[in-house]
């Protein structure tokens, strides 16, 4: 199995800050990589899909990079409706896996 | 509108079935590549739980692998999940969601395995 190793595990940021949270695939995944954002008593939201595509409706200062193993979630300045839990999701290989989760708190 | 809408959950006892139901408006299920479960326990992260392919392939997380079935009923437009010898670590909201890069959830269905 594919392990997604997503990093922090929570952080701590005011708004306007500039969020990047990383996710490490123990094996490449080629561009099978998708954020998520959820908030509580939610369902997740994708933001991201094949690394870097923008889902629709989601604000440009959400972006994603990165190749092969190591893949980031960028927000660029932060938004009071951004403060949240973020996932990362690899879909190369069976069994889909997970990272963690972050949880992007109020500083 | 695009939706999935879930149903089936409830309390069941250590050991006992559930069938959770994922019916779907907006699109038929029958043409997307894939559909899946995934479920969160209380306070924990996304566990992806099961798929199912457009030729009908499954495929399971170890944690569920012959205990839970997943399968799609093309004329209901409907995707169900078939959960027996259920334990108290299935408890979880259990979501379904479309297409690889799970682009559209439902907005969930929780389960509760307790004696």
């Known amino acids: 199995d594919i392990q997604m190793t997503q990093s922090p595990s929570s952080l701590s940021a005011s708004v306007g800050d500039r969020v990047i949270i990383t996710c490490r695939a123990s094996?490449?995944?080629?561009?099978?990589l998708a954020w998520f954002q959820q908030k509580p008593g939610k369902a997740p939201r994708r933001l991201i899909y094949a690394i870097s595509s923008l889902q629709s409706g989601v604000p440009s200062r959400f972006s994603g990079s990165g190749s092969g193993t190591e893949f980031t979630l960028t927000i660029s300045s932060l938004q009071p409706e951004d403060f949240a839990t973020y996932y990362c999701?690899?879909?190369?290989?069976?069994?889909?896996?997970f990272g963690q989760g972050t949880k992007v708190e109020i500083k | 509108e695009v939706q999935l809408v879930e149903s089936g959950g409830g309390l069941i006892q250590p050991g006992g079935s559930l069938r959770l139901s994922c019916a779907a408006s907006g699109f038929t299920v029958v043409n997307r590549d894939f559909m899946s479960w995934v479920r969160q326990a209380p306070g924990k992260g996304l566990e992806w739980v099961s798929g199912?392919?457009?030729?009908?392939?499954?495929y399971y997380a170890n944690s569920v692998k012959g205990r839970f079935t997943i399968f799609r009923d093309n004329s209901e437009n409907t995707v169900f999940l078939q959960m027996n010898s259920l334990r108290v670590e299935d408890t979880a909201v259990y979501y379904c969601a479309r297409d690889y890069a799970l682009d559209v959830w439902g907005q969930g269905t929780t389960v509760t395995v307790s004696s």
């Open positions: 999701l690899q879909h190369n290989s069976h069994p889909r896996t």
């Open positions: 199912v392919d457009s030729g009908g392939g499954t």
């Open positions: 094996q490449g995944i080629k561009n099978d």
